[in-house]
């Protein structure tokens, strides 16, 4: 069963902007950390950042001074601010927790296609 769904994603121009969002089934996130991960076609899986409940947060290098991310608990939902795109940042976005992600419970994902 599908806990998180992503939405947002779409084609942008390189330098352009994109918000991600990650909306909980339930109250799945209460408690817990949340991470945005990404995959290009034929790449593993990537972290790109994640959140704890007290909005601390952590980027990978790749994401660093043009990716934000924040959380709305009373709306179970966590974003994913992205700007100054770049091709290499075309992949497809998934949000999840670490319960969720070690019982590979995965949503269905946002594509993000950067044009350059």
């Known amino acids: 069963q599908v806990q998180v769904v992503e939405s947002g994603g779409g084609l942008v121009q390189a330098g352009g902007s994109l918000r991600l969002s990650c909306a909980a089934v339930g109250r799945i996130f209460s408690g817990s950390n949340v991470d945005w991960y990404r995959q290009a076609p034929g790449k593993q899986r990537e972290l790109v950042a994640s959140?704890?409940?007290?909005?601390?947060?952590l980027y990978s290098e790749s994401a660093k001074g043009r990716f934000i991310i924040s959380r709305d608990n009373a709306k179970n939902t966590v974003y994913l601010n992205m700007s100054s795109l770049k091709p290499e940042d075309t992949a497809v976005y998934y949000c999840?927790?670490?319960?969720?992600?070690?019982?590979?419970?995965w949503g269905q994902g946002t594509q993000v296609t950067v044009s350059s």
């Open positions: 999840n927790t670490a319960f969720l992600a070690l019982r590979n419970n």
């Open positions: 959140i704890t409940e007290l909005g601390a947060t």
